[in-house]
């Protein structure tokens, strides 16, 4: 089979390398011939475990090509894959005009019999526009439209295409169905289920997957906040509900809130459509809010931790990346958190292992001073704080913290530490849900059992 990918993003790469590497010849098409020559030497412009050795290898064996030309791509290709952004506009609907423009072009060069997918998120209805859309451009071109939304987690990107936990194709044909099987092949007969339906629920499916994971964590980040007002610790609340096979353990770890090029858009995108097709989705409007306003009060939760105010105090920031193992700081809650300290008058500094580089560009402070080098970053802070679970971040020294620092409050947000370790070792230690009267233990019992007692 021969596909073309169009779109050399993380979805689009990912999804071209991956089939290349199951014996697919893939076409990766990208209007930016300099990120094609780019990728023709092996350079790749993002940051993903594995993607990097799997486009060489398969660029050098023949079967995966980069190419601007969509005549190069379309005409041989069994199946097109539109994998091009779609960007949040103002008013939180996707901007489509990338997908529409990418469609009208494809239209234009198909020959033979085509399944052109859309594997970028789209709101419900779009499959179908596209369909619309191509048959003016190309009346006589033998075609059909399906939705194949991409399930890819940035971080694990080549890890959960490999490993899918299921493949959604929705599509109106038996015979696009048929192309869409072949070419999953490998992974059906591996044993992924592939969810056959029509094009509406395939694209409703990705968007409700997404927006009920981002209800999922600030559930949890919600919980975290009653832990900290009645003593109660989240982690454990967490690990017994995850015990509950119906609720599972992941995505249940709280946080300063979600956000990645994902979750935000595409739950505003759901609410929207919502609200267009006139079946409000409450709880997705309301965890829009909740996680906006967890974001924008995190600067707060430091100047709390630091006594009420961080004016005049060095405060070091570690982790900008809105997760690990990726350099992605889109919505990061570091783009509230850095911004929010320097208003409050705090001398911040900032360390990330791969997102330095970004949130510079995001961030417009010159008085920020980035670090590469961790030692750099936290000397003479008054207060550390953890805010993307990066490896670097995770065993650090308490005497070397001590000796390094200028103050003792560590604030961690990603509840990275143990709690009772860090008060021993003299921090004026934070977290989230997990309150410090937990182990402040009074005449030898905890607060929370003498609270219970009284
Ligand atoms: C997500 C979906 O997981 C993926 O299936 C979809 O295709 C794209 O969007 P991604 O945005 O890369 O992937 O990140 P993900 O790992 O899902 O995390 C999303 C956000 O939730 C991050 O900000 C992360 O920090 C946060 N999160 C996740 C938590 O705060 N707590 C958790 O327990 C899990």
Known sequence: MKIAVIGTGYVGLVTGACLSEFGIEAWCVDIDQDKVDA?????????EPQLEELVVSNHEEGNLHFTTKMSEAVPQADVVMIAVGTPEMKTGEADLQYVFAAAEEIARHLSGYTVVTTKS????????????RMKTVNPTADFDVASNPEFLREGSAVMDFMR??????????????????QLYRPLVL???????????????????????????????????????EVVADVGAVSRSMGMDFRIAPTFLNA????????????????????????????????????????????????????????????????????????????????????????????????????????VQREVDDETITY?????????????????????????LEPDWLHKKMRGNTFVDF?????????????????????????YQARDGRSVALQQAAE
């Open 190 to 228: 591996g044993g992924v289920h592939l969810e056959a339906s029509n094009p509406e629920t395939s694209e409703l499916a990705k968007y409700a997957a997404n927006s009920f994971l981002a209800v999922k964590v600030t559930f949890i980040n919600e919980v975290a906040d009653l832990c900290d």
């Open 164 to 181: 899918p936990d299921r493949i959604v194709v929705g599509a109106d044909t038996e015979r696009a169905h048929e192309l869409m099987q």
């Open 255 to 358: 946080g300063p809130g979600y956000g990645g090029s994902c979750f935000p858009k595409d739950t505003k995108a759901f609410a929207r459509m919502g609200r267009e097709f006139g079946a409000r989705q409450t709880i997705v409007d309301s965890v829009i809010l909740a996680n906006n306003r967890r974001k924008e009060m995190l600067a707060g939760k430091v100047a709390e931790a630091c006594g009420g105010s961080v004016k005049g105090k060095n405060v070091a920031v570690l982790g900008v990346a809105f997760k690990p193992n990726t350099d992605d700081v889109r919505e990061s809650p570091a783009l509230d958190l850095l911004p929010g300290l320097r208003e409050a008058g705090a001398n911040v500094s900032a360390h990330d292992p791969k997102a330095l580089f970004q």
């Open 414 to 438: 990603r509840n990275l530490y143990d709690t009772e370790e860090m008060l021993e070792s003299g921090f004026e230690y934070f977290s989230v849900g997990r309150p410090r009267a937990l």
């Open 39 to 47: 990728l023709r030497r092996g350079e790749i412009p993002i940051y």
């Open 121 to 132: 998120t789209v709101p419900v209805g779009t499959s179908r526009a596209i369909c619309a």
């Open 371 to 395: 670090h590469t080098d961790l030692e750099d970053c936290i000397s003479d802070a008054d207060a550390v704080v953890v805010l993307t679970e990066w490896d670097d971040y995770k065993e």
